[in-house]
C-alpha cells in the first residue's frame, strides 16, 4: 500500500494586502503626476479662437487656457501637492489629504468643462484689439485642449480614490524625522586632556570639571 505524500503549497510571494498596497501605490503616482502635467500642459494652450471686426476687416483672436480660467492650473498643483502630503501624514491626516486630492481632481474636471463655452476671454481680447469695451468677438471655435484639462483631472481624481481606498496599506515618511518632543540624552564627554591648553579652557566654559574628577 503506497502513501501519498502531501506536497505543500507554494508559498505566495506578499501577502495580498501589501501586492494591492504596492500596485494601489505605483498607480497613483502615475496618474497623479500624469494628470497634475496634462492640466498645466493644456491651460498653456490655445483653446478658443475667433474674429472681431475692425476698421481693416476682420481681426483673428486666440486665447489660451489661463486666459480663460486660472482654477484648472491652481487645482492641479494643489493636488499634485495633495498627492506628496500624503506620504508625511498618517491616519485622520491621510484621509484628509486624500480627500482633498480627489476633490482637486473633481474641481479641474468641472472648471475646464465650463471654460469650453466661455467666451469672456475672447470678448476682453476683441474689445483690446477694437478700442471699444462694448466689442465681442463675432465668432468662436473651440480646440480639444480644454478635453486634455479634464482627462487630466479625471487621472487625478482616480489618484485621490487610490489613496481614499489605500492610502492606510501606503509607506509614511520614516520617524527618524519626526520629533516627539522627548530630550534627547546628552553625550557623554571625555575629561579635557590636560596637556592641551585649549582643552581646558573649552570644558570650563562648559561647565565642567576639566580633570574629570
Partial sequence: MGYVTAVPN???????????GRRSLALALLSGALGAALVLLATRRGWSDGTTTVAGGEFPLSATGSDVTGVPAALAIVGLASLVAVFAVRRAGRWLVAGLLALSGAGTVVSALLGVSDSSALDEKAAA?????????????HTGWPYV???????????????????????????????????RPRRSRAPADP???????????????????
Avoid: N, Q
Avoid at 163 to 170: I, Q
Avoid at 176 to 183: I, S, V
Fill in 10 to 20: 507554494p508559498r505566495p510571494d506578499a501577502p495580498a494586502p501589501a501586492r494591492a
Fill in 129 to 141: 484689439a477694437t478700442g471699444d469695451t462694448a466689442a465681442t468677438a463675432d465668432t468662436m471655435t
Fill in 149 to 183: 484639462a479634464v482627462a487630466g483631472g479625471l487621472l487625478l481624481f482616480l489618484a485621490g480614490l487610490l489613496a481614499l481606498r489605500y492610502g492606510r496599506l501606503w509607506p509614511a515618511m520614516s520617524g527618524r524625522y519626526e520629533r516627539d518632543g522627548t530630550p
Fill in 195 to 213: 596637556d592641551r591648553p585649549e582643552e581646558i579652557w573649552k570644558a570650563l566654559d562648559r561647565g565642567e570639571d576639566p580633570t574629570g574628577a
